[in-house]
């Protein structure tokens, strides 16, 4: 039994910055994404019934211990669904910047939790199969579907509302994302541990609570509007709102570099001379930068001038999980 998938990441244009369990990977409140078209993962699950041990091969290496075990617990999630003991090949190749901060966790657990279950015969709808893919990287749920989509956080401790929803596919609005890399090594704060420390230890996180639910308002009646203005200017606040928490943590740490600082100015800049482009920043250095299609050359051109940006890459609104053919 064989199967392969591919899915592609996704940039959260409202945050998702906190969780209300560990475990399950259930957040603290709804966010909103953009599934990308540039940056994939494919993978292909060989499930094999007379061997043990689960092999992780990435990108044609075969990964160490640590690394398997992590997809050996998300592969055991899948074996409980079956009822069945079993052992899979997991081969996967990443078309991600590696460590560049370009969620290719998301990528990466979309594409083995649809690989797996069909390489096993699970029938499972688009919302149960995001809530597979979020047990594994939270937001791996939200690239199951395309274009923008919504997380819903969900109410249940056992978290089976706490799934993905498209609210408009891909082609139905394009704008560009430029994702500017500044910075490619690994971040000294991970973000499942600044997630924790930012919801245990700041007294800003109360308010980031309150106002991620009127951003996310704010920011799905732009989408459905096609406002591109007002989408651009709740995102880039709602990213400032969510850093500004990490301010207040104990220890306070803080993702940014002298280099985000130079992409951010210079956005704000082109805003000056009347070019409609808003940044947002993930848990990292490297920034997001929106803007509509007929100034992407030239906003790409502006940023990569910058002398701390190391590369520019140009995204549209991608596709959602799709399945490959698999040779036996």
């Known amino acids: 039994m064989k199967a392969t998938a591919k899915a592609n990441t996704n940039i959260a244009l409202i945050k998702y910055w906190g969780k209300r369990d560990e475990q399950l990977f259930l957040p603290m409140n709804s966010n909103l994404s953009i599934t990308l078209d540039r940056f994939s993962t494919t993978t292909t699950v060989h499930i094999h019934t007379d061997r043990k041990e689960d092999i992780f091969l ?42 560049a901060g370009f969620a290719s966790s998301a990528s990466g657990y979309a594409a083995l939790a649809a690989a797996a279950t069909k390489a096993v015969g699970l029938e499972l709808s688009d919302p149960q199969l995001s809530v597979l893919a979020r047990q594994g990287s939270g937001s791996a749920c939200r690239s199951i579907y395309g274009g923008f989509v919504e997380w819903k956080k969900g109410e249940r401790k ?25 910075e490619s090594k690994r971040k000294k704060v991970l973000s499942r541990e600044g997630m924790k420390r930012t919801v245990e230890t700041s007294p800003f996180y109360t308010g980031w609570l309150e106002a991620v639910k009127k951003d996310m308002q704010l920011a799905k009646d732009a989408i459905f509007r096609r406002d591109f203005e007002k989408l651009g200017m709740v995102l880039e606040s709602n990213a400032m709102k969510m850093h500004a928490t990490t301010l207040g943590a104990n220890p306070p740490f803080m993702y940014w570099q002298s280099a985000t600082f130079d992409v951010m100015e210079q956005v704000q800049e082109l805003r000056m001379q009347g070019i409609l482009a808003y940044f947002t920043i993930d848990a990292g250095p490297n920034v997001k930068v929106l803007c509509e299609p007929h100034n992407e050359e030239k906003v790409s051109k502006i940023l990569k001038a910058l002398p701390t940006v190391q590369d520019v890459f140009i995204c549209h609104p991608g596709n959602g999980v799709t399945y490959l053919p698999t040779s036996f």
């Open 158 to 182: 056992d978290g089976l509302d706490s799934h993905a929803v498209p609210i408009l596919a891909q082609k139905e609005w394009d704008l560009s994302i430029l994702s500017v890399l500044v």
């Open 58 to 99: 990435l990108n044609g290496q075969e990964e160490g211990e640590e690394e398997t075990r992590k997809i050996s617990r998300f592969l055991d999630i899948i074996r409980m669904q079956t009822g069945e003991q079993w052992a899979a090949t997991v081969d996967s190749i990443n078309h991600v910047p590696t460590a």
